[in-house]
């Protein structure tokens, strides 16, 4: 899958949606997608403490109007960079920022929370910024 600035893959046979800043793919109740923002200043690899701190606030915020918790937040690689990721509920949320773009990373499940395509895994490993 290829949107504006990034290229991330996703397992055969699901729907494709795309709009100007965003692709989703679907699969039932399934969907992976990202979505692309400006930000107001540039970022920086020796900024990832304070935007960790301020990324940890927002993901719980996210979490409440869905009417829940976090459950993790992680630091992990993606694209050879530290990103934030978080569990909610059956969706995985990540943040990648690079520069003045950031790129969320959005994989929703079923309720049960089973990833029987490894969708989640797929669209977190394979995800290329550029």
Do not use: H
């Not at 107001?40 to 993901?59: S, T, V």
């Amino acid at each position: 899958m290829r949107g504006p600035g990034f290229s991330f893959s996703a397992p055969g046979g699901w729907s494709t949606n795309r709009t100007q800043q965003a692709v989703a793919v679907l699969s039932g109740t399934s969907r992976v997608s990202v979505t692309t923002y400006t930000l107001q200043k540039p970022y920086r690899p020796a900024l990832f403490a304070a935007a960790a701190k301020e990324l940890d606030g927002i993901a719980a915020k996210l979490a409440a109007e869905a009417g829940g918790t976090l459950t993790q937040k992680q630091t992990v690689q993606v694209d050879g960079r530290k990103v934030r990721a978080y569990r909610f509920g059956s969706t995985r949320i990540g943040f990648v920022l690079l520069g003045r773009r950031e790129y969320q990373l959005l994989c929703q499940l079923p309720p049960d929370g089973k990833d029987a395509a490894g969708a989640c895994a797929l669209l977190f490993r394979s995800f290329s910024a550029g």
